[in-house]
């Protein structure tokens, strides 16, 4: 009888320990690379999605890594494969010995199609960012949302209490980003631990703390902000990098007409308890990035750290180039800067008014929000979305009917 108990509890035990969880996938370099990323208490055999075709299934396989962390151990698998753009699909992640997941469901985004987006920074899934999340989860899906993406600081953090946070954090994100890409970069927050979490649990393009993907009209640039203040051995590559991307041919600006940089640390902003964050490490960064940025036509600059949400008008230089209020914007000639870090974090979020505000400043909100955008070949249409009832609190548009590179004479 003892042996029979042990033997079911034991097969019982196992079976828990490679049951799939945390499943979510993201966007590739090129369109229809999608990466798919699971996790098992212990390692698979094999680890393999398989997608549903009328009469059978068709098998990717991939590989896994160990993830240790004190007491907390994993083994996150990652598959990448290359689907149609535009297909809707049916999936499953696991292993073709030991069994599969249930089913999830993905339609991989068409470029040069209209799409809508997701973005914000700072979000803990619990805590004071439950909220937020909640409405995100409804929402998304309402509008059809084709990616999220996530400016760094994730789950406060993730290495918190042996990753016992990151666990909770990639559960909470499944059952969204389990069929809406989730595209994230690194803030300060994943350093506490060399981006340790961070390498393992997403699967980004390229290099991963830096990368670039298309959505749509639009090219998107993840940027490293760590680096321009703490970690400037991985400036050359990365600065190369940033320039091959923004020098980019006319064809891929015809194609993709809207370019969206994104980063963790802001450029432009203001703080009324961390000084240092909008003054000399936003100067900082700008030294890098504001000039490339402005002679290649970037048309927003996307951050998070601010825990609450801040609008420039083009600024260039510290310069407003164009109207300096408003939310109609015709072919600007300089970006357009936006902190969206007011998602919901582990505390209060911070403190901001119009009061005293730089002259570049059209709108800030301290209460908890996000961010949605909506674009097509002429139009970018920004909405600031209050987690308490989903109103708007703010919202402008971009039309452009020219794309050029400035000149540098």
């Not at 674009?375 to 920004?382: A, D, I, Q, R």
Request: some cysteine.
């Amino acid at each position: 009888m003892n042996y029979w108990y042990l033997s079911l509890l034991l097969c019982f035990t196992l079976c828990l320990s490679q049951t799939q969880v945390q499943v979510h996938v993201s966007l590739g370099s090129t369109p229809g690379l999608i990466s798919f990323v699971w996790s098992t208490r212990i390692a698979t055999p094999t680890s393999v999605v398989r997608i549903a075709t009328p009469t059978d299934w068709t098998y990717y396989s991939g590989s896994a890594s160990s993830f240790v962390d004190g007491n907390n151990s994993w083994s996150i698998s990652t598959v990448q494969s290359q689907l149609s753009v535009g297909g809707s699909y049916t999936y499953q992640v696991g292993c073709n010995i030991t069994g599969f997941s249930s089913s999830y469901q993905l339609q991989v985004p068409v470029d040069s199609t209209p799409s809508t987006f997701f973005m914000y920074g700072d979000l803990a899934t619990e805590f004071d960012g439950k909220p937020s999340w909640s409405d995100i989860q409804a929402i998304a899906k309402s509008y059809g949302a084709q990616a999220i993406v996530q400016a760094g600081d994730m789950a406060y953090n993730l290495c918190s209490n042996s990753s016992t946070w990151g666990d909770l954090f990639m559960q909470d994100l499944q059952p969204v980003a389990s069929y809406i890409p989730y595209q994230v970069c690194a803030g300060n927050h994943e350093a506490v631990d060399s981006y340790v979490n961070y390498l393992a649990r997403f699967a980004m393009p390229g290099a991963k703390l830096y990368y670039t993907f298309t959505l749509g009209y639009v090219r998107f640039l993840a940027i490293h902000t760590e680096a321009f203040l703490t970690e400037t051995d991985l400036l050359p590559d990365m600065m190369s990098f940033i320039k091959s991307v923004l020098n980019r041919s006319t064809e891929d600006r015809n194609k993709y007409p809207w370019m969206v940089v994104f980063g963790h640390r802001p450029m432009y902003c203001m703080s009324l308890d961390k000084a240092k964050t909008c003054g000399k490490e936003a100067t900082t960064i700008k030294s890098y990035m504001e000039a490339m940025m402005n002679q290649y036509g970037v048309d927003l600059y996307i951050s998070g750290h601010e825990h609450n949400y801040q609008r420039s008008a083009p600024v260039y230089q510290g310069n407003i180039v164009g109207p300096s209020v408003g939310n109609l914007f015709v072919n600007p000639t300089a970006p357009i800067y936006i902190v969206t870090g007011g998602a919901g974090n582990d505390g209060p979020n911070d403190p901001v008014t119009m009061s005293g505000a730089p002259v570049w400043t059209i709108a800030v909100q301290q209460d908890l929000s996000f961010s949605m955008i909506t674009t097509n070949s002429t139009h970018l249409v920004w909405k600031q979305l209050l987690s308490a009832n989903n109103t708007i609190s703010d919202a402008f548009t971009i039309i452009k009917t020219q794309n050029t590179i400035l000149s540098t004479s």
